[in-house]
């Protein structure tokens, strides 16, 4: 089915309401002390206050959609038979959140099977709302007003400012991006590391950044910030230049598209020296 940015506002506008409100609850944990659970390893935590956000997201966007699935990071995974689906991130950053470092987001995004419609990064800390409709733009809204985003002009990899980041199994993996970030480090103006992939990419949509790079990165960290950094006129693809396929975890690289294939390049040389290194 073919929609039109304006078909989509109405669910926009719910996904901003939604991530505006689960972020009241996130704001409302920041400064007091948090239980902490860890998941899949020692560094992959989360907190009551994630499953909160999630449990309030997910009971605000079936009650007004239905007939939608919805996959989130805290267990929500219903499945629909139209192909609609809300894939969302209560709290994006979640180690930087239980640690009072202040870059964590409410990511949302809604998807008819592969293609993504609507995409909203919410920084509650720092008021910022990233968001986009297929077809209809990329913008940011924040207590100023609303303005349209737009990538980078940056062409050459010497005046780039990157950002990455690391996977949870970092200490027994050696698939762990360090081999990337050497062939990288050297060779651009700098790079981030700031524990949000969602921010990250929603950075490269505003031109904050020139281009982020990471491997395993879980779908609901990815599926709004692809759509913003995609109607903002950047690139987003996997690291070995293929198109985004939705799969539980996925490698990605998005830029403002003048220098992907310069970032692709030296991705495919880290991939060779892992794979002389039997490391792959």
């Not at 202040?102 to 008819?112: D, T």
């Not at 281009?211 to 950047?234: C, P």
């Not at 693809?237 to 939705?246: E, F, K, S, V």
Request: net charge negative; hydrophobic share 40%.
């Amino acid at each position: 089915m073919e929609h039109t940015s304006q078909d989509l506002n109405p669910l926009l506008t719910l996904a901003i309401q939604t991530a505006h409100e689960a972020g009241e609850i996130l704001m409302d944990g920041y400064e007091k002390e948090k239980h902490i659970d860890r998941k899949t390893s020692a560094v992959d935590w989360v907190t009551e206050y994630d499953k909160a956000s999630e449990e309030l997201i997910v009971k605000t966007l079936l009650a007004a959609t239905p007939d939608y699935g919805i996959l989130g990071e805290e267990g929500s995974d219903i499945q629909s038979e139209n192909g609609y689906r809300w894939i969302i991130d209560p709290l994006d950053g979640t180690n930087n959140y239980a640690h009072r470092f202040p870059m964590f987001c409410v990511s949302i995004a809604l998807y008819h099977g592969e293609t993504p419609l609507v995409g909203v990064v919410y920084d509650p800390l720092h008021n910022e709302t990233f968001h986009a409709v297929k077809g209809g733009g990329a913008y940011l809204t924040t207590p100023k007003g609303t303005q349209p985003l737009h990538v980078s002009t940056a062409n050459d990899l010497n005046s780039s400012l990157l950002a990455t980041g690391f996977p949870y199994d970092r200490i027994t993996s050696p698939h762990n991006n360090l081999t990337e970030m050497s062939y990288f480090i050297d060779k651009v103006q700098g790079i981030r590391r700031a524990g949000s992939a969602a921010l990250d990419m929603a950075y490269v949509a505003a031109g904050r950044l020139d281009g982020f790079w990471e491997f395993k990165v879980y779908t609901w960290d990815m599926a709004a910030g692809r759509l913003v950094v995609e109607e903002a006129g950047g690139t987003f693809t996997h690291t070995n230049g293929q198109p985004i396929t939705l799969t539980r975890q996925l490698t990605l690289l998005a830029s403002n598209g003048q220098i992907h294939d310069q970032m692709l390049d030296l991705l495919r040389k880290a991939y060779a020296e892992r794979e002389a290194a039997g490391i792959v």
